[in-house]
């Protein structure tokens, strides 16, 4: 077990800091990025000003905003982990063969991460790609990790979650969701029917090693009115699993 004084806590409150920006929150006072991290102000302001002075934001006075620098943190992980290598071929052949979006996602506690995508069109409002967040409650890919943990510790992650509702269809209550994710075990995919937003339907299905350990999710999305619920399962969950068995052979 690592030892408290072999961590660096500087490092650990500036990390704490990056994620404080998100889609919600692309602005930061000094004031906000201490309300969300949970920093007193005067340590949230030195990382601020530390990431302001090293270029990875931007500060008018009163609000920091990160610049693209930031993105290789986040890009240079990407690239060296092998799934997103492994699986883009696959993506791009599966995308060209059914002509919609393909992506593939990890869990990170209550969200999925983007790792992989393969974008015929766009079918969101907000422009995903590798890196970008969803909650994983109310999405298919999220939906699918989760029904792979052990009940209690999916339970444990929706208890910790933000369920906002997205749209006036996002399922919130917790029994409901975790009635949901037993459906989800028992028919090894999800569908999402606008909850994350009005116009989206998305069908997943997990990713396994060759040891039958689910390591991802792949999904496909596109306008709901291009297909119904039943139409996600009958026109695009078998090219889904043949993508999925292909890649069980492959992945470690």
């Not at 650990?12 to 990025?33: C, M, Q, W, Y």
């Not at 009940?151 to 979650?161: G, I, M, S, V």
């Amino acid at each position: 077990m690592t030892q408290q004084r072999d961590l660096m806590g500087g490092l650990a409150k500036g990390l704490k800091v990056i994620e404080a920006f998100t889609a919600e929150h692309p602005r930061l006072s000094i004031a906000d990025a201490a309300a969300i991290t949970g920093l007193d102000r005067a340590t949230a302001r030195r990382c601020l000003l530390t990431l302001a002075e090293l270029g990875y934001a931007d500060y008018d006075g009163k609000y920091f905003t990160v610049t693209p620098r930031v993105l290789r943190l986040g890009t240079g992980c990407l690239a060296a982990m092998p799934l997103p290598r492994l699986v883009q071929p696959w993506l791009d052949t599966l995308s060209e063969e059914v002509g919609q979006s393909t992506s593939v996602s990890i869990l990170d506690e209550s969200e999925i991460v983007y790792v992989a995508r393969a974008a015929q069109r766009r079918v969101m409002s907000i422009n995903l790609m590798p890196g970008s967040r969803l909650p994983a409650f109310c999405t298919s890919m999220g939906r699918i990790l989760l029904a792979a943990l052990a009940p209690e510790d999916a339970r444990r992650q929706l208890e910790k979650a933000d369920r906002a509702p997205r749209t006036e269809n996002t399922v919130t209550d917790l029994d409901a969701l975790m009635t949901i994710l037993a459906d989800v075990r028992t028919k090894g995919y999800a569908i999402n029917d606008q909850e994350v937003e009005i116009g989206l339907r998305s069908i997943a299905v997990p990713l396994f090693t060759s040891r039958g350990r689910a390591i991802a999710a792949l999904n496909l999305g596109l306008a709901a009115a291009e297909a119904s619920v039943g139409d996600l399962v009958a026109r695009y969950l078998p090219a889904l699993q043949s993508t999925q068995a292909e890649l069980r052979k492959i992945l470690l």
